[in-house]
């Protein structure tokens, strides 16, 4: 049998080795055991959307849909506005109504008689949220010319 020679490079490596496992045992944050995260409580999200207005003949369809995680009950208004956004009209569409999480509801209204103008519908939806949900559309009333 053959004498094993030393390798060059085996005592530096196994110098850098004990060096860095010496590093990390004193360093306080460093571990080699796998740690989990922190469980983080899950709050459930409190969110909603107005997916559509839409003119049905003489009412407008209003569609809201809670995209969250928990019911909710909600309040909503349509509002119309002239164009230097004053506020012409409100109507209520919705009190207190709970909405099951990612359920969607329609609601309609009727529209309210409005001289011949422009005007920007808003529907307006408080869902318990930090903001509102809200969709807009534009409308313009033509004066009748017909006698």
């Known amino acids: ?11 530096p490596l196994v110098v850098v080795v004990i060096f860095v496992l010496a590093l990390l045992a004193l360093y306080p944050g460093a ?29 407008l369809e209003i ?5 969250g995680s ?4 909600i309040i909503g208004e349509l509002q ?6 004053n506020v012409v009209d409100a ?7 709970r909405i099951d999480a990612g359920k969607t509801e329609k609601y309609r209204v009727n529209m309210p008689a409005l001289p ?4 920007v519908l808003f529907a307006l939806v408080r869902f318990g949220g930090p903001a509102l949900a809200a969709a807009q559309a534009d409308l313009e009333i033509q004066q009748d010319v017909r006698r």
């Open 1 to 11: 049998m053959k004498p094993l020679r030393p390798s060059p490079f085996r005592a």
């Open 31 to 59: 571990s080699l055991r796998a740690q989990s995260a922190p469980e983080r409580p899950t709050t459930p999200a409190v969110d909603g959307e107005v997916v559509d207005l839409v003119l049905k003949g003489k009412q």
């Open 63 to 67: 569609t809201y849909k809670n995209v």
């Open 70 to 73: 928990v019911a909710t009950e």
């Open 80 to 85: 119309v506005r002239d164009g230097e956004g």
């Open 91 to 97: 109507v209520a569409f919705v009190e207190g109504k």
């Open 116 to 119: 011949a103008g422009k005007y």
